[in-house]
């Protein structure tokens, strides 16, 4: 399904018309591809009194080949006006002072903004926000980056040092509605203890969200833990040598899953329906991977998928639960049949495999567990009692096996996406749909491709230190905010 309206307002002749009429105006998004580097420009690092993360924070970024500034000029300043002027921070400010940088500040041109709030203790502290990003509101490139790094309030010494650290949120979540032109902004919980901290445990993170995968994510909050990460010897390549299953992996979000993870060097096992073994040969054929066609919800499937990677490869390393369908209704309305079935393919069918999946021991230490969410299981949805339910399981899925597979070093998270382009959403009534995709930070509905993008993050051995979260690929999405 295309945006035509997006594809209208990067045209020439559209962009005139959106600035005239004050309409959405979706930006162009930096989408990864391989070989690129991670950033369109430099870093400006900036840490609070007594941080604990701004040292090891430069050294990844150090090491990952990108120019890290302490100071507000990057080696490579420069000024685009055209650029500078777009989105909505752009017009505020055109309105309110002919488009001058607020408070006067640089013309500089920043890949990302990054600060490292950990040492912020009370919330006389968090002037020290401002004086960072008040000067560099206007110096941010088409989609950048801005990562703000806190402790989690539950770990603070005192409740002025967890107040002041649960204020980070606001910052975060309103500057990704800010800054506009793609520019995605986002808060990273590092934990205190064990080896957190270090450069192994946030490598991963910062590398994905500080690169054009995550180019739909903002205003999340992601925690970073103790859990073992094992660095890639090619970052390019982050799944090398990984078995991963797919589920639902024949078209739409599965599809894209399967593509990105093979390209990052997974070997990959494709799941879908027996009806849709055609697609899934199709798939399979342009990866390189391997096909399973079986209905998740028989009796036997289980077993049966448990027989077919014990045979075949002797374990799977990552598990992602993409398999999901809708069959909508309003509750009163709703037959039983609609809710068993969204009910056990979203939700049952997930329970059901890993169990059978972490008795055998087929997933080793190192393994990864990624489910689809949505936001419906976040927000809730008129119509979709039974989705949602659900999604929401999904969920509390998460929360209950994160915890109870730590000691196995097996990390769960989930995605949350909020409207991505696909049949699903091509369906929409078209006012609804129009909608649903320009209510968000980023004015446009994200790829299958955004989602994937997160699964992989998630789904790397360098994620061990990432597990319990539940990501939002939703361009900041105002449901469910
Ligand atoms: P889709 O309908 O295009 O693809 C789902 C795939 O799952 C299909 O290939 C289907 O055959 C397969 N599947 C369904 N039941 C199965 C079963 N019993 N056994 C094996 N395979 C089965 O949907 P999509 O839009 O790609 O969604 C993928 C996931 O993302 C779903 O879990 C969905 O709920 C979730 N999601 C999608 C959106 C969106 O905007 N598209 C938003 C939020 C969440």
Redesign the pocket.
């Known amino acids: 399904m295309t945006d035509r309206y997006a594809s209208f307002v990067q045209s020439g002749a559209g962009r005139a018309l959106v600035k005239r009429l004050g309409l959405p105006d979706p930006p162009r998004l930096r989408r990864h591809s391989p070989g690129d580097p991670l950033l369109p420009g430099p870093v400006l690092l900036g840490a609070a009194t007594g941080g604990r993360l701004a040292d090891p924070v430069a050294a990844i970024l150090t090491a990952a080949g990108v120019d890290v500034s302490t100071g507000t000029t990057p080696p490579t300043a420069g000024h685009d006006d055209a650029a500078a002027a777009d989105g909505p921070a752009g017009r505020d400010e055109r309105a309110g002072n002919g488009g001058a940088p607020p408070g006067g500040g640089t013309s500089a041109r920043f890949g990302a903004l990054v600060y490292d709030a950990t040492g912020i203790t009370d919330s006389t502290g968090l002037r020290q926000l401002y004086d960072f990003f008040h000067p560099q509101a206007r110096a941010v490139l088409p989609s950048g980056r801005v990562i703000v790094l806190g402790t989690p309030p539950a770990e603070c010494g005192s409740p002025r040092e967890a107040t002041a650290q649960r204020a980070l949120e606001g910052l975060t979540r309103s500057i990704g509605k800010e800054f506009g032109r793609g520019v995605t902004a986002q808060l990273v919980h590092v934990t205190a203890t064990g080896d957190a901290g270090t450069p192994t445990s946030l490598e991963a993170t910062l590398r994905f969200l500080l690169s054009g995968r995550s180019a739909y994510v903002s205003g999340q909050v992601v925690r970073v833990g103790t859990g073992p990460a094992v660095v890639p010897a090619d970052w390019n390549r982050p799944l090398a040598g990984q078995v991963v299953l797919v589920?639902?992996?024949?078209?739409?979000?599965?599809?894209a899953v399967a593509r990105v993870l093979a390209r990052d060097g997974a070997q990959v096992v494709a799941?879908?329906?027996p009806?849709?073994g055609d697609?899934l040969a199709a798939v399979v054929n342009e990866i390189g991977g391997t096909a399973v066609q079986?209905?998740?919800?028989t009796a036997d499937?289980p077993t049966r998928l448990a027989d077919h990677l014990a045979e075949r490869h002797g374990r799977v390393d990552v598990v992602v639960h993409?398999?999901?369908?809708?069959r909508d209704k309003t509750l009163g309305r709703m037959d039983a049949d609609r809710w068993d079935a969204v009910l056990d393919?979203?939700l049952s069918?997930q329970e059901r495999i890993n169990d059978v999946l972490l008795e055998r021991e087929l997933i080793p230490e190192g393994g990864r567990l990624v489910a689809?969410?949505?936001?419906?299981g976040i927000a809730g949805n008129r119509g979709q009692t039974n989705?949602a339910t659900s999604?929401a399981g999904v969920i509390g899925l998460v929360d209950s096996l994160a915890p109870a597979l730590a000691g196995r070093g097996i990390s769960v998270n989930a995605v949350?996406?909020?409207?991505?382009?696909?049949?699903?959403?091509a369906r929409i009534p078209l006012v609804v749909r129009e909608a649903g995709r320009r209510m968000n930070s980023l004015a446009q509905?994200g790829l299958?491709v955004d989602?994937a993008e997160t699964i992989g993050w998630l789904a790397w051995p360098a994620s061990g230190a990432v597990s319990g979260n539940v990501v939002r690929v939703c361009g900041q999405s105002l449901l469910g905010a």
């Open positions: 589920t639902g992996a024949a078209r739409g979000i599965g599809a799941l879908d329906v009806a849709a697609a079986l209905d998740l919800t499937a993409n398999a999901g369908i809708t393919v979203n069918s689809v969410s949505s936001i419906a989705y999604k949350a996406p909020g409207f991505i382009e696909t049949r699903l959403t509905g299958p989602v």
